[in-house]
């Protein structure tokens, strides 16, 4: 894509009133929203939104903000019996209605009924809380088919997967750098050779769209820095990951070891991303722990350095895209993820985008 794409401070603007408001993006685990009226906070597309667990163990989304004047109303995490402005004290249930506006009831052209905070979408995919702004977007199995079914093949036990910590790190890159810098392994030989050598067996390494994700594959190392437990899974002993556009992945390391990734873009070249780790019905596990370790000493801190390069590289005068290098197999040495991330855009970005992508 031309260099502007990823340096022009408007056309991030753009993406987050089109991509980044039309897409599923990943909220929180359902394990963080145990108890009635328990909620987390987080921003997507430059809005702050909170997932709540009702009392009956429903769970919603609901955009951060007081319909009396605007105050956000929440910060971080924690349990409230009901949601409690802190400039007016109006009070809300956890089904988002107004119950109490002080001082308010009984005026002429007051009406409480009308009054609810805003809703967004909410999907569940086996604990994982995934939040659309566009309450018209289709459900994840059109977006992503086959997604569920796929992934559950893979690790049974997903269901039963809860968090043990997240790591946040900082991309000094647009975002759309981080993701296509995650979704080809065409450098994970020159940039990393702990991932190379002792996670993947680089040679069975393919990466294959369905709908809008990558699903990428490959066999085990055998130099394996960690011991993988062969009974606890019919794949324990393979590599996947399931990358969902435009900003969360599933990966999954031999073991079976489970993590996600999940970016937050800030700004036009600034893009916070955690890692989660999870354990077997949040069991910890040493294991999990080491692979965390090593992955954030190695892969993470190799690709910090490589997004910060390359973003500032697509600033110099300099430089004029060069061509993709596609695969047929679509494996390692490929960049055909890129050219599908590229489609991707495009197309949420219509008509905001269609005269600046080369």
Known sequence: MDPSVYLDG?????????????????????????RPGS???FEIAGESLFALSDSDGTIRTFYNVCMHRGHRLLEGRGIRPKLVCPYHAWTYRLDGRLDHAPHAEGRPGFDPDGIC????????????LFVNLDRQAPPMRVIFP???????????????????????FTAESNWKVAIENYNECYHCRTAHPSFSRGVILPRTYTIRPVGQSLQHRAESSPEQYYEID?????????YRSFYLWPLFSFQIYPGPVLNTFCWRP?????????????GLDGEDSPTVRRVADEDARTTVAEDLAL???????????G????????????????????????????????????GRIS
């Open 146 to 168: 086959g997604l569920r079914e796929a992934i559950q093949e893979f690790l049974p036990s997903i269901e039963r997967m809860r968090p043990l910590e997240r790591r946040w």
């Open 307 to 317: 997004m910060r390069s390359v973003q500032g590289g697509l600033s110099s005068r």
């Open 319 to 354: 430089y004029r895209p060069g061509p993709l290098v596609i695969d047929p197999e679509m494996g390692l040495n490929s960049e055909h993820t890129v050219a599908a991330i590229k489609a991707w855009y495009v197309e949420a970005m219509r008509p905001a985008a269609r």
């Open 10 to 34: 408007d056309v991030f603007g753009r993406e987050q009133r089109s991509v980044l408001s039309s897409t599923w993006q990943y909220a929180c685990h359902r394990s963080e929203l145990g």
């Open 39 to 41: 909620y987390v906070t």
């Open 230 to 238: 062969y009974a606890a899974s019919p794949h324990a002993a393979d």
């Open 117 to 128: 905070l805003t809703e967004a979408l909410t999907e569940d995919l086996w604990g994982f």
């Open 266 to 278: 800030e700004s036009v070249d600034r893009t916070p991303f955690f890692r989660e780790w999870f």
